[in-house]
């Protein structure tokens, strides 16, 4: 048995079982990716983010909010009885980063869409300890006062298209669409109408209580209202995912 002070101090030793070391959890991290459809769960439901919930995302991420909250509800009793059913790595599909993580400053958010009211979201995000009194997140008053910009929304899908996002340009890809998503879901996913659909979605929803404007509260509150939602999980046993892991 080789002692720790020998690999220490023989620097040869050291390299070599380093590099072994890292090439055991290169290939660990690396070959299943060659599986990936195996992995990848086999549900209905799961569909590209609307122009105005892709909005919302991005808008998210500019603030900065997956720094103190995760989206990945873990396979534990106790997350199943705060959170609901663990994530699956098809709800994550179209991310594009993906918002799994450890880093839980705030609640998991994967499954947060409608658990509060659009009224409790704004209210929320205006003046946090209003709704919640031991709360240490910011305010984000300037979310109900911005306009939003939404002139490049068909940009942003086409960028995403390239990575693989199902969103279409073409007679081909909008009919493929339709046959897998249905033809409510295909429209909105449709690179050519992404503004209508956008302003379409926002005036609909009045996500931010306001109907006379459209701000980048309205597409925050309508990304995270969509959160953990498409999955309709009393369809499926718990066995059914047990097969993809």
């Known amino acids: 048995m080789i002692k720790h002070e020998s690999i220490e101090t023989n620097i040869g030793l050291l390299i070599i079982l380093s590099l072994l070391a ?9 070959v299943p990716l060659f599986y990936i459809n195996d992995t990848v769960e086999k549900v209905d439901g799961v569909r590209p983010y609307t122009p105005l919930e892709l909005r919302g995302r ?44 450890s880093k839980r400053t705030g609640p998991d ?7 509060y009211s659009n009224e409790w979201h704004v209210q929320h995000l205006i003046a946090p300890r209003s709704v919640v009194p031991e709360s240490i997140m910011p305010n984000y008053p300037w979310l109900a006062k911005n306009e939003l910009r939404y002139a490049d929304i068909a940009a942003r899908m ?10 279409s340009e073409t007679p081909e890809e909008y009919e493929a669409n339709v046959k897998k998503f249905g033809k ?3 429209d909105m996913l449709d690179i050519n109408h992404a503004e209508r659909n956008l302003i379409r979605q926002a005036e609909a929803g009045n996500y931010d209580g306001d109907p006379s ?23 499926y046993d718990e066995g059914y995912f047990a097969q993809f892991r």
């Open 22 to 30: 890292m090439g055991i959890g290169g290939l660990v991290e690396i």
């Open 213 to 235: 404007r459209l701000t980048e509260m309205d597409a925050l509150v309508a990304y995270l209202q969509m959160l953990g939602t498409l999955v309709d999980f009393s369809k």
């Open 158 to 167: 086409r960028a995403l298209k390239r990575t693989g996002v199902p969103y």
């Open 184 to 186: 409510e879901v295909a």
């Open 109 to 115: 958010l994967a499954r947060v869409g409608g658990k």
């Open 58 to 101: 991005d808008i998210y991420q500019r603030e900065g909010c997956y720094l103190c909250h995760s989206q990945m509800v873990r396979p534990f009793r106790d997350e199943d009885l705060r959170y609901g059913h663990y994530s699956l790595a098809a709800e994550s599909q179209y991310d594009h980063p993906f918002q799994w993580g």
